[in-house]
């Protein structure tokens, strides 16, 4: 979390995965709500960072950004007293992509790391409000980012990475 890749004049490029699967939709109470439900996501995201030797308030500055693609399959049936629905979706899209203009890296001794960031998530994603999932969430999100990491001589390891995500309004849905 604390560590950014080193100083290089042309970046780091990789590539992000995830998969997530359900089979079970509960309530807030966590009781299962008994309908037939079923949701996989796989994401793919392209990622380009650069940390420079540039300094600001004593860090190396950096900027990122992660292009992705998310693969999604979801059904759901729901009983209704006039008879049963059921609704599937699986598209295979560009979701919303995060530009991240400020990254600062503080290496503040050999053990221990610290970076703040600012993200943006654009609302460049395929949204469609009458979908049963989309890719894109059709809202701006601005997160300021702490992260950090100690690692001990031995190799032991602790991080952590804060972040506050601030919305804008989804106009499609308000």
């Known amino acids: 979390a604390g560590m950014t890749p080193p100083v290089t004049p042309n970046g780091t490029l990789g590539l992000r995965t995830s998969f997530y699967s359900a089979k079970v939709q509960k309530d807030r109470r966590g009781n299962d709500v008994n309908n037939d439900f079923s949701l996989s996501v796989l994401s793919l995201g392209l990622a380009y960072i650069r940390m420079t030797d540039y300094q600001l308030f004593g860090a190396n500055y950096g900027f990122s950004t992660v292009v992705p693609f998310f693969k999604m399959?979801?059904?759901?049936?729901?009983?209704?007293?006039v008879g049963r629905l059921e609704f599937?979706?699986?598209?295979?899209?560009?979701?919303?992509?995060?530009?991240?203009?400020?990254?600062?890296?503080?290496?503040?001794?050999?053990?221990?790391?610290?970076?703040?960031?600012?993200q943006i998530q654009a609302p460049t994603g395929d949204y469609d409000k009458n979908r049963l999932i989309s890719p894109g969430l059709n809202h701006w999100t601005f997160s300021p980012i702490v992260n950090g990491t100690w690692i001990s001589?031995?190799?032991?390891?602790?991080?952590?990475?804060?972040?506050?995500?601030?919305?804008?309004?989804?106009?499609?849905?308000?």
């Not at 995060?98 to 610290?114: D, E, G």
């Open 73 to 81: 399959d979801a059904e759901l049936g729901i009983d209704t007293p």
């Open 88 to 118: 599937e979706a699986d598209p295979f899209r560009l979701a919303d992509v995060q530009i991240t203009p400020l990254i600062l890296q503080w290496n503040l001794s050999p053990n221990l790391f610290v970076n703040a960031q600012f």
């Open 153 to 174: 001589d031995n190799g032991f390891e602790v991080s952590s990475s804060f972040e506050v995500d601030v919305n804008t309004r989804n106009n499609a849905t308000d």
